[in-house]
Each structure stands twice: as structure tokens, then as C-alpha cells.
């Protein structure tokens, strides 16, 4: 996508080949900032404190973070306490575990001389493929916001919910849950998209708010209360969310609010849809309520707030009174019964599980995630024999496809 109409993926390889750079999100919406990586310590960091997030980059993060690792130390010892470290960033989103086994399966056979130029390799692979998976899941979704806009009679925009930012900041580039809606945007469809701010970190506010901007598409800021006061008075037509892990029966784990929005747009008869990159399917778990570990955060992302003040410098304040404990659960889990749907780079599946083994299975054996087993081949990337290191240089800074 395009910051100031110049192109940009969210993570590349710097002009030196070997570092890694990434849009600093932590800095949006009040400034654009890269990042740069040299370590796998910086990209560890930069993982758990969200200078990037969203589960298909942090997938891809946690991929060159591994390569930068193995620059250093590309013995088994090494490989396996890189991996380890980079595991424990962000326990939710399964994108990370499923990046980094595959990769660590792909080079654990190779000597420790090509280690590292095999991970970036595959780190580069892997970033292609989302953006790939991401475009997909974006032409798949525009036809949901076609056909509600052949239904209106073509005479106004279509009001789109989404929550949290699972736009093209979230991934490499595209995104998920706003994929959709650039692709329709693009198309000439009138579009217009509630922002949910997104408490208690404001990443509708202050991320999604920015790209829609950045991109041109109609939108607003609303709170995150707003939503079911909107879809009462018929002023959304379509809910689409991301997710961090999806059941294999097709719960879906995102920021946490989704949840009670799902609940509204039962209850108003709006359409449900998470945008679901195969590669953040937990085939593993059937029940995500149950099984799926939800992230508790530092207290003070909802006692503190951080904004521009008038003379333009940027100042954190407290909310809360001092001392007052703070809960922080940073997702919930919306049960499959209230999903309508669930969007992949493969087509639309009703949120079930035979439905989503149906589009799957016909792509290869459906992968475990966590258990070490590389995806199937219908998912992997696909390979290149250039090396990484020159494709990621190729008009530098990545742009999109």
C-alpha cells in the first residue's frame, strides 16, 4: 500500500541486505517511523512491544528474526534458543509458532554454513505468500460487498464494521479484514467504514483510522460502544473482522470486543465475517473458549494514554486513579454459531469444521500448528532461486504486487 503515495510493505530488508526494517506502529498515527533490526533480540523486542503486530507480520517478524539469529549463531543450540525466545513474544496469534517451525524445519537438516541465507530465504518466501494470501482473501471478500451493494439498489455507500486493525499494517501487505474493503474501494464501489477505536490500545483509532486515510476510503472514528447503537438503526451491512487463531471448528480469537460485537450483529441480523489467512488456522483446537491461551497484558495499555497535545509533542496521561488494579485481557473468543462466515485466500467457508477441512483438504494434508509439522504443501510459499537477500532489495522499499 502507499504512505504519502510512496509504496511500502510493512517489513524489508534494509540496504545492507541483512538487517530488517519495519514501520514502527508504536509511532502511528503522530509520525512515520521505520525501525530497523539488527539482532534477533530487536526482533524479539519489537514483536512483544508491538512495534509490529497483527498475526500474518508477526508470522513474518518472527521469521527474520530467526535469520538474524542464525548470522550470529547458526548451531543447533542456537537455532533452538532463537526459536524458543521468538516463540514467547506473543503466545496467541499462531501465525509466529507456524512460521518459525516451518523454518526451523526447512534449515535444521543443513549445515550451519547455509543456515542463515536459507532462513532469509524463507523469511522473504513467506512474506511473498502473505501478501499473495492477503490479495486473495480481499477479492474474495469485495464480492460480499458487491452483492450488498447490487442489493441497496446502488444508491448509497455500504457501511462496513470492522474492529481492531487488520488492515495492510497487520500483515505484509493488503491486510485481512480490510482487504476487502480496499479491493471494492479500488473497484468503485462506495464504501464507508466504521472504525472502531479499540480500547484499550486504540488501533482502530490510531492504525486503521491512519491507512483508510493514507488510502483514501471513507470512514469514521467511533467508540467501541457505538456499534450495536449503529446496526439497531440499519447502518452497517457488513461486520468484518481479523483473527489471531481460528478453531478448526471455527471459533475465532481476536482483539479483545469482538466478541460482544458478534453478539449485536446476531441481534440485528447483520452478516458476521472474520478474514482468516489459512496460515492463522489452529487445526489442533476445536473449542477456542477452552483451549486457546488469551494474552494478558501490561495493566497500564488501559490505565495510560498516550496523544499529541497542541504544541504537538506526544505525552502519555493516566486515566485511572493511582493504585486502582487493572485487568488487561487482550482477546476474546467468538464462538463459530455466531460467525456467518468465515473469508480465506481460498473462498468463503461456513465457520464448521467440515466446511473449512473441505476447502483445505483437497490442498494437501491439513497442517498441526505447534506441532512441529511443516504446512501443507498446497500452503506453502512458493520458492524462488533467487536469494532472498536480492529479492527483498529489489525496489527497495518493497511495494506491493
Not at 533452538?80 to 509458532?97: D, I, Q, S, Y
Not at 455507500?157 to 497487520?170: E, F, Q, R, V, Y
Not at 479491493?183 to 486503521?208: F, K, M, Y
Not at 460467525?339 to 483438504?361: D, H, K, P, V, Y
Request: charged share 20%; proline share 5%; net charge negative.
Amino acid at each position: 500500500m502507499k504512505v504519502d503515495g510512496r509504496p511500502y510493505r510493512t517489513i524489508w530488508l534494509a540496504e545492507d541486505g541483512w538487517s530488517v526494517e519495519v514501520i514502527d506502529q508504536t509511532r502511528l498515527p503522530h509520525a512515520f517511523a521505520v525501525a530497523r533490526w539488527r539482532t534477533m533480540q530487536d526482533a524479539a523486542d519489537g514483536i512483544r512491544t508491538m512495534v509490529v503486530r497483527g498475526a500474518p507480520l508477526i508470522g513474518v517478524a518472527g521469521a527474520y528474526g530467526l535469520a538474524l539469529a542464525l548470522r550470529e549463531d547458526a548451531s543447533d543450540a542456537g537455532l533452538a534458543e532463537a526459536h524458543g525466545t521468538l516463540l514467547a513474544t506473543r503466545p496467541t496469534a499462531v501465525n509466529l509458532a507456524w512460521a518459525l517451525n516451518a523454518v526451523r524445519a526447512d534449515i535444521q537438516p543443513l549445515a550451519a554454513a547455509l543456515r542463515a541465507d536459507a532462513a532469509y530465504r524463507l523469511a522473504a518466501q513467506l512474506a511473498d505468500a502473505d501478501v499473495k494470501c492477503c490479495r486473495s482473501i480481499g477479492a474474495h471478500g469485495a464480492r460480499l460487498i458487491a452483492d450488498a451493494y447490487e442489493t441497496s439498489g446502488k444508491n448509497r455507500p455500504i457501511n462496513i464494521l470492522t474492529h481492531c486493525n487488520a488492515g495492510w499494517l497487520a500483515t505484509v501487505d493488503w491486510g485481512t479484514a480490510l482487504a476487502p474493503v480496499y479491493v471494492a474501494h479500488d473497484a468503485g464501489i462506495p464504501v464507508h467504514v466504521w472504525v472502531d477505536e479499540t480500547r484499550p490500545r486504540n488501533q482502530g483509532a490510531s492504525l486503521t483510522a491512519w491507512e483508510l486515510l493514507q488510502h483514501g476510503v471513507p470512514h469514521t472514528v467511533i467508540a467501541d460502544n457505538v456499534g450495536g447503537h449503529l446496526m439497531q438503526h440499519g447502518q452497517v451491512d457488513l461486520c468484518l473482522v481479523g483473527s489471531d487463531r481460528t478453531t478448526a471448528t471455527g471459533d475465532v480469537c481476536n482483539k479483545i470486543g469482538t466478541y460482544l460485537k458478534a453478539l449485536a450483529a446476531r441481534d440485528n441480523g447483520v452478516p458476521f465475517y472474520a478474514c482468516v489467512p489459512s496460515s492463522t488456522i489452529d487445526w489442533t483446537l476445536s473449542d477456542g473458549v477452552r483451549d486457546i491461551p488469551i494474552e494478558q497484558r501490561d495493566g497500564r495499555e488501559v490505565s495510560e494514554i498516550s496523544g499529541m497535545m497542541v504544541d504537538g509533542q506526544v505525552q502519555t496521561v493516566r486515566l485511572t486513579p493511582a493504585g486502582s488494579p487493572v485487568a488487561n485481557y487482550a482477546f476474546d473468543v467468538t464462538p463459530a454459531r455466531l460467525m456467518t462466515g468465515i473469508i480465506t485466500e481460498r473462498g468463503i467457508a461456513e465457520a464448521n469444521e467440515a466446511s473449512l477441512a473441505q476447502m483445505f483438504s483437497n490442498h494437501g494434508v491439513i497442517p498441526a500448528h505447534g506441532s512441529g509439522q511443516r504446512p501443507a504443501r498446497g500452503q506453502a510459499p512458493a520458492g524462488s532461486h533467487l536469494s532472498a537477500r536480492a529479492e527483498a532489495r529489489n525496489g527497495f522499499p518493497p511495494s506491493r504486487e
